[in-house]
């Protein structure tokens, strides 16, 4: 009796577990896939901002599902990371984009995280000649990829943003379109590409130069009453325009130089500008036209990233920016609407980082914060092991929080008992500092330390820094106004979102991350991922988890710490 009873738990068991994937899989297919990403988008904009919004970003996230608890595990939460992390559903130390940009020690050198010699940039005018980029150092395929090797019919895969390293990322290695700013020389792409992939909106760039901004000035879209917080707050920058608005759009030549495009690059009227170019590719390249296909588009806006270092999260530029991009979302929500239709596209936004708050504002408000003195940390390190090591220079370099030793020195502070011992105290008495973990103690000490098990997450055993130093809550190790790249939360928790076909609208608390980005969409049209850190958010379509080895692998869970 008692066996027949488990039997009959377990199959009803089963069954209510293949239902969530039954029925996402019986709705139609998507003709298109959207990949929004906003650069420096803390989910917390969504609650304190959010009344300013009417446009895009509004509709997107009152009618799709929000999972509002979503953050990075890890702690390097900066660009290149964060867009390979949604584009592969994998976290660093898997993807191995652990930094924009990082040292490499066979060349003695800063390389970036997408730089590829073999390649070279295309403008409008032909191939330039100049160093190139491509998806060349990503360890694991781009969902994009995934998507084209598994699909019957072609998929049209376009990846545009301002930054080469979010379209690189999410575009992948095959994509037939790829474009960032390129400054004066407008939009570019990549011979990785292919000069052809540029032709069906080659004319929509010519036509529409980025020159036709010169002049504009940046001001303050809402009535004075609608913005939050002071402006003019304190530590706020004035590296390219002054604190208040309106901000010129011109250079001091009068011609529209390398001083107007710093100041384009840096505002909103380049979002603005993105959402147009992505409507045009959109109807260019007719994509999600084909009822055989699904195609992807996927769109990284970097404004606000650009905004929030000059000038912090409380301020007004960030409200602005924030603003503004709810109405170009707003335009490219409106072309799918009516070119591929509201019940054939799938769309899935979320952010690449968040941000701190700008020190000196936070230790105005009583936190204990600041900016640590890498300089001078440094020096400290070098003074350090010279006592044990004898006289020289130790140190090579500091990116982020990833601190590189020169060639053999990790050799000598790992056979010397007292090494390791003096430059861990070095690290831990600057200001700032909370812990330096070198990468021999990682897995064991990843076991007690959440921090350290984040950091562990961004470490790539060729690309890492010697020494993974993790900064105070409220400390920064950038000279940027307001900067990002730990595990805290104004960092880390960005918005998960998806929107569009067979998504049920609510807002969900579910343990989430922007891996599961890509994993989700993968499980929504059939496609295989090869080892996700991600999981299925299957509740956004059906409101129930979807469970069991086609969703995720059981050792990819992780927790997540505050």
Not at 106 to 131: K, S, W, Y
Not at 170 to 190: E, K
Request: with cysteine; charged share 20%.
């Amino acid at each position: 009796m008692i066996l027949s009873s488990c039997r009959a738990l377990v199959a009803a068991g089963l069954v209510l577990s293949t239902l969530p994937a039954s029925t996402v899989h019986a709705q139609t297919r998507p003709r298109l896939l959207v990949i929004i990403s906003i650069d420096q988008m803390r989910a917390d904009y969504v609650f304190r901002y959010g009344h300013q919004w009417t446009g895009g970003l509004r509709r997107v996230i009152d009618q799709g599902a929000f999972f509002t608890e979503a953050s990075f595990p890890y702690q390097n939460t900066i660009t290149c990371a964060g867009h390979a992390t949604m584009s592969t559903g994998n976290f660093p130390a898997s993807h191995g984009m652990v930094l924009n940009a990082w040292w490499d020690r066979a060349t003695g050198q800063q390389v970036t995280c997408t730089f590829d010699p073999a390649t070279t940039l295309v403008d409008v005018n032909g191939d330039t000649g100049l160093p190139g980029d491509s998806a060349l150092r990503m360890r694991m395929p781009a969902f994009a990829d995934e998507l084209r090797a598994q699909s019957g019919v072609a998929p049209r895969v376009v990846a545009l943003s301002n930054k080469a390293r979010a379209a690189i990322t999410l575009g992948g290695r095959r994509a037939d379109l790829v474009l960032w700013s390129g400054g004066v020389r407008g939009f570019v792409t990549s011979t990785a590409y292919g000069a052809a992939s540029m032709a069906p909106v080659l004319d929509y760039l010519k036509a529409n130069p980025i020159t036709a901004d010169y002049g504009k000035p940046w001001t303050k879209l809402l009535a004075a009453d609608k913005y939050l917080f002071t402006d003019e707050g304190v530590g706020e920058g004035e590296a390219i325009w002054p604190k208040t608005f309106p901000k010129a759009m011109d250079s001091p030549s009068g011609q529209p130089d390398a001083d107007f495009y710093a100041r384009w690059a840096t505002s909103p009227h380049a979002d603005a500008y993105l959402a147009r170019l992505a409507v045009a590719a959109l109807e260019r390249l007719q994509l999600g036209a084909r009822e055989d296909a699904t195609d992807l588009l996927a769109v990284s806006f970097s404004m606000l990233d650009a905004v929030g270092h000059m000038y912090g999260p409380r301020s007004h530029e960030v409200q602005d920016t924030l603003a503004r991009l709810d109405q170009s979302l707003a335009v490219l929500l409106d072309a799918l609407d009516a070119r591929v239709g509201r019940d054939q596209y799938l769309l899935a936004l979320t952010g690449d980082h968040g941000v701190s708050p700008i020190p000196e504002q936070a230790i105005a408000e009583g936190l204990d914060a600041g900016r640590v003195n890498t300089r001078a940390m440094a020096a400290k390190v070098n003074a350090a092991l010279a006592k044990v090591l004898g006289e020289g220079t130790y140190v090579a370099a500091m990116h982020y929080t990833d601190l590189y030793l020169l060639p053999g020195v990790p050799e000598k502070i790992a056979a010397s008992r007292e090494a390791w011992p003096v430059l861990r105290q070095a690290i831990e008495s600057t200001p700032g500092i909370y812990r330096a973990v070198r990468r021999e103690d990682l897995v064991a000490e990843a076991v007690l330390d959440p921090l350290v098990k984040a950091a562990a997450l961004s470490y790539d055993r060729e690309r890492s820094g010697d020494v993974l130093i993790i900064p105070r809550p409220y400390w920064i190790t950038s000279a940027a106004i307001a900067t990002h790249g730990t595990l805290y939360r104004y960092d880390s928790r960005v918005p998960l979102v998806f929107f569009g076909a067979g998504v049920r609208p609510g807002r969900y608390t579910d343990p989430s991350t922007p891996a599961d980005l890509a994993v989700t969409l993968a499980w929504r049209v059939g496609v295989t991922l090869p080892r996700p850190d991600g999981e299925v958010r299957a509740r956004a379509f059906t409101g129930a988890e979807a469970r069991g080895p086609a969703t995720t692998r059981e050792s990819s869970r992780h927790t997540y710490p505050e």
